[in-house]
């Protein structure tokens, strides 16, 4: 073949082509041919040539062979070293570009030569290459030859886009081979490549091979959700559709928090797939990652899911929780702060939950806290009730539960107390007083120090009287709540005011007014020796002068000349008159009825004013005249109310008894009767007691038949008892009055405004004792008739509160029975109101227990102990708060500080507990509570079941013995330091219910008895303990103390008993039900004793009971049923 191409008229640009037919070869071979270039200005070529190697009818590509150099009018020979085999064809096309200049071009001997190249080496195959993309495409071409210093290797694209060679490897003497990368290959970058050699005679051409870019696969859609929880999501790959390429080898889901930080990557091989261990209420991006062959064949994560979690329940409740500042009306509480680790979702809410009982009534509430994120967060509850012990507890929640804080038990400080409650307030008038009573107030709000009650005189119905001075003050202490105001002026009001006060001060007042009653008669004036100015037979002149009022004025004046008779000389002259001669004054019908009647001779009524002389007419009758007294009255008369007063002016001639000699007759014979009735009284005094000694001596055996007997007679003596008060009480003649007497020369006469009926009966208050007094029968019928009656007089009125000063002498045994009878049946007076005369809360100092540092070591906030009684511990390391504990000493009978009575002890309080034990070198624990009872702890278990250390102590026991109603445990206990070891023995009682009392009293005597045999009467104190130290712990001593008075002295003071227990601890025995529980124990007791008979001893017991008494006919067995 031959190419001639002349540019002489050609412009730049334009081509002319010679294409070889396509050859298919399966050897190694060559084809080569000569070219010429002529013409053109200072060598400047015509035209250039270009040699393409088009394959299998490939486009053209980029040639593989250009010249565009400088011509020299010679013929160059150029080899072509093409690696194209069978069945692969390839077709070799000259080109030549004109460039505008004038000249020829020229190819000739164009030869396939059937064997390598002399000059240009040869490429064995290349192969294809298949990466993803971004990755780097490594063409590997082996060179068939010697590598030559001046061959110059690249890698040619179909594009036109070159890559040079990355390293050459030397296989052997006659082959190596070049390494071509094309780098961040993209989709585009797919194509055809082969490698191109340039030497100075020729070129080799490989085959081409096959570039394919994989694009990694990305899913369409995001994963879809399907569950959640607090720490894992569920998920749906949702991964069947993709851009991108397959195969999928691998799918992965990541997941990150909303703010970037990629947190895991999890290879999935099911369509489903759970995340798990993901933090609460937190956002999540989530996505799917598919990977095909190769390497970077991990697509791009997918659509992103955004899920959250749910909440989980708060790892733990807000911590150290304290009370940092207490007032009145307000605490202010701080807690530990805490953040997201605690709450564990990020929405959630801090309220602070308190509850107390106002008036009986539990109030709870709740308030938000808002203070949750600052370094010391604290909040302030308000609106609370001063002296109010509050349970408060901080509760963290969120939308899957909460968690709270320990709680605390806070005493609120006190305030100034609410008003005197104005209907207690209640005044009894009398001429010259008032007596005022009143009840606390409703709201105290601490604890009541003091009274302040003040008065003022407001009006007199005595118009010359001068209000000006007659205010006052006084104070009361607060168990005193009433006051007698002595020293007022009759027939006027007064204001009182009555406030109450803590030591906060006076709270408001409550003012009410009262008027005194007027004076029981007005001030007459003297009149000596009664003498008149003129006196005949017929006439007497008096000078009259009038009456000083007092209270009220004057109304009238009467003068009454009475003409006494000689049967009635020995009587003496009252100031009184009968009905009938004044029926016209209607003021006088009231009370005159049942007045002696003593025949007038003049009435007159004189208006009250100046001295007058006034002339009384006498009207003489002879034979039984024996004298003529004139009398002059004063009537004052203001709201209903009259006072009279009288003074004898006159009186004329005189009386001469005579003698009655039956009268000594008379009185010798009464004295006969009165001397044989005293010496039969006599003898059957001597008889009774005889008899009464017998039986005495014959109760050997069973120390209280006696009683049982007398529990029968006292039953029959009851039953016409009540009879009789029935009976009583509908007389419709008895009238129970409350009269106010006046002196009218002398005598005494009731004022008849003043009748009323009064509850509170006139009494004298007694030192607290455990001594008897023989008067209490009477004392108790009596009172017993007065209250029934009061109700059937009276409904319609509130009855006044018993007063402390109420006398309560001690009871004898062989009374007992009776008096619990009718302190259970009495309408007006029983249990409920004796035992509410008993002074309630704190009636002693307790500084010591208000400290800040003993706080904590009292279980309830208003039970603790009182500064003068507390049981004071050795202080340890010059601590001044170690020598406190919730303990106060209790007398015993005739034995100061027998018991220390305490509250249960706390885990805090444990060590002190046995420190106090060994300090009072006690012997016996006597515990009367369980450790829980309705679901709340009682007392913390403060003894091992082994050994354990408290402190200093070791206890270690030694000994459980269980009975029916109680546990006895035996203790050795050491002290750290001291040689000595000491058996201390604890009396568990588990027979007390969780609430009332026990049904009968028998377990609870049994348990005093066994505490006696095992108690060393050298040892110290017996320590008593309940849950707060007030209630059960009260209950035991009183029975303890008063069964060893009843058996000493015959006689039980219970009421003195509590009364002086409650001065050593505040509110011992707590309930109305627990005081009457004690009488029925003492009564079980007296009446029944020890009934325990040991097992061994049964059949002779049995036998001896069953013996019948020959005197009585009865045997012990039937008279004990």
């Known amino acids: 073949s031959f190419l001639f191409v002349n540019m002489s008229g050609r412009y730049g640009g334009q081509r002319a082509r010679l294409l070889l037919p396509p050859l298919k070869e399966n050897d190694t071979h060559c084809v080569s041919f000569l070219f010429y270039q002529a013409g053109g200005r200072e060598g400047a070529p015509p035209a250039s040539l270009n040699v393409y190697i088009k394959e299998n009818n490939s486009p053209l590509g980029v040639p593989v062979f250009n010249s565009s150099g400088p011509t020299d009018h010679i013929w160059k020979g150029v080899e072509l070293a093409v690696s194209t085999f069978w069945p692969n064809y390839y077709q070799v096309v000259f080109e030549a570009v004109s460039t505008g200049r004038k000249g020829v071009l020229a190819i000739k001997d164009i030869v396939l030569q059937g064997h390598q190249c002399m000059s240009t080496p040869h490429f064995l195959h290349i192969k294809g290459v298949e990466v993803n993309a971004g990755q780097t495409a490594a063409f590997q071409c082996t060179v068939n030859g010697s590598p030559q210093s001046n061959l110059l290797l690249h890698l040619q694209g179909m594009d036109g886009r070159q890559a040079v060679v990355r390293e050459t490897k030397l296989m052997n003497s006659r082959r190596y081979t070049a390494t071509f990368d094309v780098e961040n290959t993209t989709k585009g970058d797919s194509g055809r490549y082969r490698c191109i050699a340039h030497s100075e005679r020729g070129i080799a051409v490989s085959s081409y091979a096959d570039l394919t870019v994989k694009q990694p696969p990305v899913p369409i859609a995001p994963p879809q959700l399907t569950a959640v929880g607090a720490t894992y999501l569920w998920i749906q790959l949702n991964a069947n559709s993709i851009n991108g390429d397959g195969p999928i080898i691998e799918r992965e889901v990541e997941y990150r928090t909303l703010s970037g930080m990629l947190i895991d990557t999890t290879p999935v091989d099911k369509p489903t797939h759970k995340i798990g261990h993901l933090d609460p209420d937190t956002q999540y991006e989530i996505s799917v990652l598919l990977t095909r062959p190769l390497e970077g064949g991990t697509g791009y994560p997918g659509p992103t899911l955004r899920a959250r979690t749910k909440c989980a329940d708060p790892m733990q409740g807000p911590r150290r929780l304290e009370v940092v500042d207490i007032q009145s009306k307000q605490l202010t509480l701080r807690w530990e702060p805490f953040g997201y680790n605690v709450t564990r979702c990020h929405s959630y809410n801090l309220t602070v939950q308190y509850h107390y009982r106002p008036a009986g009534t539990e109030s709870v509430k709740e308030e938000v806290v808002y203070d949750t994120v600052s370094s010391v967060p604290q909040h302030i509850v308000r609106s609370i009730p001063p002296f109010t012990n509050i349970s408060l507890r901080l509760v963290l929640s969120n939308p899957e539960g909460r968690k709270e804080s320990e709680e605390l038990l806070v005493l609120t400080d006190e305030d100034v107390p609410g008003a005197v409650p104005v209907d207690s307030v209640l005044g009894s008038s009398y001429e010259q007083q008032i007596s005022l009573s009143w009840r606390e107030p409703l709201q105290t709000f601490g604890l009541i120090r003091q009274y302040e009650v003040s008065y003022k005189a407001l009006s007199s119905f005595d118009t010359e009287?001068?209000?000006?001075?007659?205010?006052?003050?006084?104070?009361?202490?607060?168990?005193?709540?009433?006051?007698?105001?002595?020293?007022?002026?009759?027939?006027?009001?007064?204001?009182?005011?009555?406030?109450?006060?803590?030591?906060?001060?006076?709270?408001?007042?409550?003012?009410?007014?009262?008027?005194?009653?007027?004076?029981?008669?007005?001030?007459?004036?003297?009149?000596?020796?009664?003498?008149?100015?003129?006196?005949?037979?017929?006439?007497?002149?008096?000078?009259?002068?009038?009456?000083?009022?007092?209270?009220?004025?004057?109304?009238?004046?009467?003068?009454?000349?009475?003409?006494?008779?000689?049967?009635?000389?020995?009587?003496?002259?009252?100031?009184?008159?009968?009905?009938?001669?004044?029926?016209?004054?209607?003021?006088?019908?009231?009370?005159?009825?049942?007045?002696?009647?003593?025949?007038?001779?003049?009435?007159?009524?004189?208006?009250?004013?100046?001295?007058?002389?006034?002339?009384?007419?006498?009207?003489?009758?002879?034979?039984?005249l024996i004298s003529m007294s004139s009398t002059f009255f004063s009537v004052c008369h203001k709201n209903q109310e009259t006072k009279i007063d009288c003074v004898r002016v006159a009186t004329k001639g005189a009386a001469t008894r005579r003698p009655e000699p039956e009268q000594e007759k008379q009185s010798d014979h009464t004295v006969k009767i009165a001397g044989a009735i005293a010496g039969l009284l006599l003898f059957i005094i001597i008889f009774l007691g005889v008899v009464l000694l017998m039986k005495k001596r014959r109760r050997n055996y069973h120390s209280y038949t006696y009683y049982l007997k007398l529990a029968k007679k006292r039953k029959e003596t009851l039953s016409s008892r009540q009879e009789m008060t029935l009976m009583v009480n509908n007389s419709q003649h008895i009238v129970m009055v409350d009269t106010h007497t006046h002196t009218l020369n002398g005598r005494t006469v009731s004022s008849p405004s003043s009748f009323a009926l009064k509850t509170n009966t006139i009494s004298t208050t007694v030192p607290n004792s455990y001594y008897p007094d023989d008067s209490h029968t009477m004392t108790s019928e009596t009172s017993s008739l007065v209250q029934s009656h009061y109700k059937q007089r009276e409904t319609e009125r509130e009855a006044l509160p018993y007063q402390t000063g109420q006398l309560h002498p001690a009871i004898r045994v062989a009374d007992l029975l009776q008096h619990i009878t009718q302190m259970k049946c009495a309408e007006g007076y029983g249990f409920k109101e004796e035992y509410e005369s008993f002074f309630e809360g704190q009636s002693a100092p307790w500084d010591s227990a208000k400290k800040d540092e003993n706080r904590m070591k009292n279980r309830y906030g208003n039970i603790i102990a009182y500064d003068h009684s507390r049981v004071r511990l050795q202080p340890q390391d010059g601590d001044g708060g170690s020598d406190y504990i919730n303990a106060n000493y209790v007398d015993g009978y005739h034995r100061p500080n027998h018991y220390v009575a305490t509250q249960g002890p706390m885990q805090e309080t444990a060590y002190d507990f046995w420190r106090m034990v060994w300090q009072e070198n006690t012997a016996a624990i006597v515990m009367v509570t369980n450790l829980v009872e309705v679901g709340r702890v009682k007392c913390c278990k403060y003894w091992p079941d082994d050994t354990e250390?408290?402190?200093?102590?070791?206890?270690?026991?030694?000994?459980?013995?269980?009975?029916?109603?109680?546990?006895?445990?035996?203790?050795?206990?050491?002290?750290?330091?001291?040689?000595?070891?000491?058996?201390?023995?604890?009396?568990?009682?588990?027979?007390?219910?969780?609430?009332?009392?026990?049904?009968?009293?028998?377990?609870?005597?049994?348990?005093?008895?066994?505490?006696?045999?095992?108690?060393?009467?050298?040892?110290?104190?017996?320590?008593?303990?309940?849950?707060?130290?007030?209630?059960?712990?009260?209950?035991?001593?009183?029975?303890?103390?008063?069964?060893?008075?009843?058996?000493?002295?015959?006689?039980?003071?219970?009421?003195?008993?509590?009364?002086?227990?409650?001065?050593?601890?505040?509110?011992?025995?707590?309930?109305?039900?627990?005081?009457?529980?004690?009488?029925?124990?003492?009564?079980?007791?007296?009446?029944?004793?020890?009934?325990?008979?040991?097992?061994?001893?049964?059949?002779?017991?049995?036998?001896?009971?069953?013996?019948?008494?020959?005197q009585t006919n009865s045997s012990q067995i039937k008279e004990e049923f």
């Open 465 to 624: 009287f001068d209000l000006s001075n007659q205010s006052g003050k006084v104070f009361k202490p607060a168990n005193d709540t009433s006051h007698v105001f002595s020293g007022l002026y009759p027939g006027s009001t007064y204001s009182f005011t009555i406030r109450a006060s803590t030591v906060k001060g006076f709270g408001s007042p409550v003012i009410t007014q009262f008027t005194t009653k007027i004076s029981a008669a007005p001030l007459m004036p003297a009149y000596d020796n009664e003498s008149p100015m003129n006196q005949t037979d017929s006439s007497v002149t008096i000078l009259l002068k009038p009456a000083q009022s007092r209270g009220a004025p004057v109304r009238y004046h009467i003068l009454v000349t009475v003409e006494e008779k000689e049967e009635e000389t020995g009587s003496s002259l009252d100031c009184i008159f009968p009905v009938r001669h004044i029926q016209n004054l209607s003021l006088f019908c009231s009370f005159l009825r049942g007045i002696k009647t003593i025949q007038m001779t003049a009435v007159q009524i004189l208006v009250s004013g100046r001295n007058s002389t006034i002339v009384s007419n006498v009207s003489p009758e002879t034979q039984t």
């Open 949 to 1110: 250390i408290y402190g200093d102590m070791k206890v270690t026991l030694i000994e459980t013995q269980l009975l029916s109603e109680y546990v006895i445990r035996t203790f050795a206990v050491e002290k750290r330091g001291v040689a000595e070891i000491r058996e201390i023995r604890q009396f568990h009682f588990t027979g007390w219910p969780d609430h009332g009392v026990p049904l009968h009293a028998t377990g609870l005597l049994g348990f005093i008895r066994r505490i006696k045999a095992k108690n060393p009467t050298t040892a110290g104190p017996t320590v008593v303990h309940c849950s707060a130290g007030a209630g059960r712990t009260g209950c035991f001593i009183v029975v303890d103390i008063m069964l060893d008075m009843a058996e000493r002295e015959g006689v039980v003071d219970i009421y003195n008993c509590v009364r002086e227990l409650r001065a050593r601890r505040v509110n011992m025995v707590q309930t109305e039900e627990q005081y009457v529980f004690i009488h029925d124990a003492i009564l079980e007791a007296c009446l029944c004793g020890d009934t325990a008979i040991p097992a061994n001893q049964l059949r002779s017991v049995y036998y001896e009971m069953n013996r019948l008494d020959p």
